[in-house]
């Protein structure tokens, strides 16, 4: 597609409930990148993609979350057993390897009531 | 460890005055560093990069930043505001070392512009 897709772009969900998150990065593109963003935290890292791999899951908050890339094409962020503080906008990136121009989704509000 | 510090969470120019926006990083290795901005409701979108080029960088959109190694600062401007302008405005540092890559992000500073 022309641009990186998120999918759903909002969310609600039950505390205790498992969701996920989806991602379609930029065609061609091999590095993708998932950040959260809410208000007192700002914009925080969560995980990177280079193809199918993950070399750097350091910004995953708790072992609750977990993030898986087939194909080298789409992604999902699966959080399991979600808590009110898991509230945020979760942000998805791509960009070509060697280029690191990151073009961002428009993001899923994900709401845990 | 990269990171960045963006001054001021809020900023208020008048239509038509300079708009500069203050970024200063840290980083062990030389950086790559970014401007996004955030319209509400909206995904990032990248204004402009400095990659160890030019150390004035010309963005979208009539903005610029300058890099200066010796204040450890990427501040952005822009000569004359719009209303248009009036968003969320983040500097990014590359993260890197040790497989890792991705951006670091400042907390962003909220540009409000006075009719």
């Known amino acids: 597609g022309a641009g990186v897709s998120q999918s759903p772009s909002n969310k609600v969900t039950e505390k205790g409930k498992d969701v996920e998150l989806r991602c379609d990065p930029i065609s061609g593109h091999t590095a993708l990148y998932w950040y959260r963003q809410s208000l007192g935290q700002g914009l925080e890292f969560l995980i990177y993609f280079q193809g199918n791999s993950a070399p750097d899951k350091s910004g995953l908050p708790s072992d609750r979350f977990s993030a898986e890339r087939t194909g080298g094409s789409v992604s999902t962020l699966t959080i399991q057993r979600t808590q009110q503080e898991d509230s945020a906008v979760y942000l998805c990136a791509s960009s070509r390897d060697s280029q690191f121009e990151a073009f961002f989704g428009q993001g899923t509000r994900l709401t845990v009531v | 460890a990269q990171s960045v510090t963006q001054l001021g969470s809020h900023v208020s120019v008048s239509e038509g005055a300079l708009v500069l926006l203050r970024c200063n990083y840290s980083s062990s290795v030389p950086p790559y560093l970014f401007w996004y901005v955030q319209y509400p409701n909206q995904g990032l979108q990248l204004l402009l990069k400095?990659?160890?080029?030019?150390?004035l960088v010309k963005g979208i959109n009539g903005f610029e930043a300058e890099f200066k190694k010796s204040e450890t600062s990427f501040h952005l401007t822009k000569p004359s505001a719009h209303m248009s302008d009036a968003a969320e405005y983040f500097c990014?540092?590359?993260?890197?070392?040790?497989?890792?890559?991705?951006?670091?992000f400042g907390k962003g500073t909220h540009l409000i512009i006075q009719p």
């Open positions: 400095y990659t160890s080029a030019a150390t």
């Open positions: 990014a540092v590359r993260k890197s070392g040790g497989g890792a890559d991705g951006l670091t």
